[in-house]
């Protein structure tokens, strides 16, 4: 309903009844008994979203629903009316407390704002298993370890309805911002394509992971925006269901249908947090280089019209370079913050101190851990990469002498291990020539080079890794020669482009995201020196990174 008020009151009530009906009664297949309890409830974000557009006077079409519905399961009438109230008094609450604390949030404009909103939702969704376990308790005679697993289950059904479903209709909702050209068009056709392709590897053939499905969600908030970010979200919830519900051999898969059920939930609430809370950021940086473009583009004109407003305008372009830097890390703590509470909670389930946990359940944990850190790493790239496109890494260059011992001692230290888990040879040599030290970005330089020493581990199984430190002419080249699997020839350029990998298909051996080589190349830009690469397949890979001995710009101070 994306437009609640041209339609009488009456009328948007039984249409908001009926498709409440409709959602539940597709929903209920997968109830737990008595019938009541659904691992996933759509009908409780469109009654949210419902509620919030056409405002709470629609309260009625919500208790109509769910009456309805409910009656149809076995007929109790008292127990159907409890549940409907129950269902009613939920939507009705949760949509008050958005509303005053966030307006109808068709876009989500801060990342506060989509922790605010999970925190509603989380905490009102026990109002309406609260409310309607006790009655059926008295109908049905259950085991109280019974009604607490329907309490449970309940719950997080409400809780996932409401968040995939909730924002999925409150964004599209809004008029788009983004313009759909025929090539954007075909883009989109092209994720929906890859994504059911992926979706159908991880879930029913078997292969890969369930985070495969995370580079979806970022693509589509990269390229597309909130509403398409949502909508990938819902896919990947249904694609996640009707696998698991058949019975497939994905990720969910392999224990009780009821424990594959709440499993489900958690990634699925997983992935619609990390999609809304990514969309935010990427709306929030957008809109602010909108914003300093927009500035940058008045100033400009003013330069031009009179030189006399030269100094207002240096100072206003200084002013607009510490804004974008306190944005960046501001959004780094905010991102970071929420996802190292998640790693700290995986950790703690992880080792099972009380000793309550099933083996499989502790392996559950510790997967959800390591996935995390892999979605922190992956949010420190992107973080890195957006500031090097909006120009604030080049003002945190921190030129000085970096010795070339101690950068020789800090790599074997940090590298020496990982060649002997992986039984490789591993060396750094300092080629005779060299000066004690070069003038660079030292922080800057080991980021590049622990980035090309990783990568060489990563592809290499059998033989060594060397780094070669050597002089070349008024420069100093850093080496790192591998015996790998080597890189096919038409590869070798666009392995330097952002998530664009030498495989990379969805079900390729090595993972990564592909932004480590882009960071790398344009860090070496910044510090006036040259990234390339020579490979034969098979054989080993060689990067060389050619650096001036002396950078002579001045040191800029550094963001905090």
Request: aromatic share 8%; charged share 15%; with cysteine.
């Amino acid at each position: 309903m994306p437009n609640p008020p041209r339609w009488p009151k009456a009328a948007q009530i039984v249409l908001l009844a009926a498709l409440y009906f409709a959602a539940a009664k597709v929903s209920l297949v997968v109830a737990i008994p008595p019938g009541y309890a659904s691992a996933i409830w759509p009908p409780s974000g469109i009654a949210l979203a419902a509620l919030l557009l056409g405002g709470n006077r629609l309260w009625p079409g919500v208790w109509l629903g769910s009456l309805a519905a409910n009656l149809t399961v076995e007929g109790a009438a008292l127990a159907s009316l409890v549940i409907a109230t129950g269902s009613t008094l939920q939507a009705f609450a949760v949509a008050t407390l958005v509303r005053r604390q966030l307006g109808v949030p068709r876009r989500f404009e801060r990342v506060q704002e989509v922790l605010r909103f999970v925190g509603l939702v989380v905490a009102g969704a026990v109002i309406a298993p609260t409310v309607a376990l006790l009655p059926l308790a008295l109908v049905y005679p259950l085991p109280a370890a019974d009604l607490a697993s329907n309490w449970w289950t309940w719950w997080q059904g409400d809780a996932c309805g409401m968040l995939v479903f909730a924002p999925l209709i409150l964004t599209w909702s809004a008029p788009g911002t983004m313009p759909w050209t025929p090539r954007r068009a075909l883009e989109a056709l092209a994720f929906v394509a890859l994504l059911l392709v992926a979706g159908s590897i991880v879930f029913a053939a078997g292969f890969g992971r369930s985070f495969v499905l995370l580079p979806f969600i970022i693509w589509a908030a990269f390229r597309f925006g909130q509403r398409e970010v949502t909508a990938a979200s819902a896919l990947i919830c249904g694609m996640a269901l009707w696998y698991t519900l058949r019975g497939e051999i994905g990720p969910f898969a392999s224990v009780s249908l009821n424990e594959s059920l709440l499993l489900l939930l958690v990634f699925v609430s997983t992935v619609v947090v990390t999609g809304l809370m990514l969309g935010t950021v990427l709306h929030q940086l957008r809109s602010a280089m909108e914003a300093l473009r927009g500035r940058q583009v008045r100033t400009e004109r003013a330069l031009s019209e009179r030189e006399a407003e030269l100094v207002r305008a240096k100072e206003a372009a200084e002013r607009a370079s510490e804004a974008k830097s306190q944005f960046l890390a501001n959004m780094s703590h905010e991102l970071r913050t929420p996802l190292n509470s998640l790693l700290i909670l995986a950790r703690l389930l992880a080792d099972n101190t009380g000793g309550n946990l099933t083996p499989k359940q502790v392996q559950f944990a510790q997967t959800i851990h390591a996935s995390g850190i892999d979605l922190l790493m992956l949010i420190n790239d992107l973080l890195d990469l957006a500031k090097i496109e909006s120009g604030a890494a080049a003002t945190m260059l921190n030129v000085s002498a970096a010795r070339l011992d101690d950068l020789r001692d800090e790599l074997e230290r940090g590298f020496r291990q990982l060649a002997t888990q992986k039984g490789l040879q591993f060396s750094i040599v300092l080629q005779p020539g060299l000066p004690p030290s070069v003038r660079t970005d030292a922080t800057r330089l080991k980021q590049i080079l622990k980035n090309l020493l990783a990568n060489a581990f990563k592809f290499t199984q059998r033989g060594s890794v060397r780094l070669e430190i050597a002089p070349r002419g008024r420069s100093t080249a850093f080496s790192v020669i591998d015996t790998g699997i080597g890189i096919p020839a038409d590869k070798q350029e666009i392995i330097f482009e952002a998530f664009r990998q030498a495989d990379g298909t969805t079900s390729r051996q090595y993972g990564g995201t592909g932004l480590g080589l882009s960071i790398s190349r344009e860090l070496t830009r910044l510090l006036g020196g040259e990234l390339t690469v020579s490979s034969t397949p098979g054989e080993g890979s060689t990067f060389a990174l050619v650096l001036p001995l002396v950078d002579e710009r001045a040191t800029a101070p550094v963001s905090s």
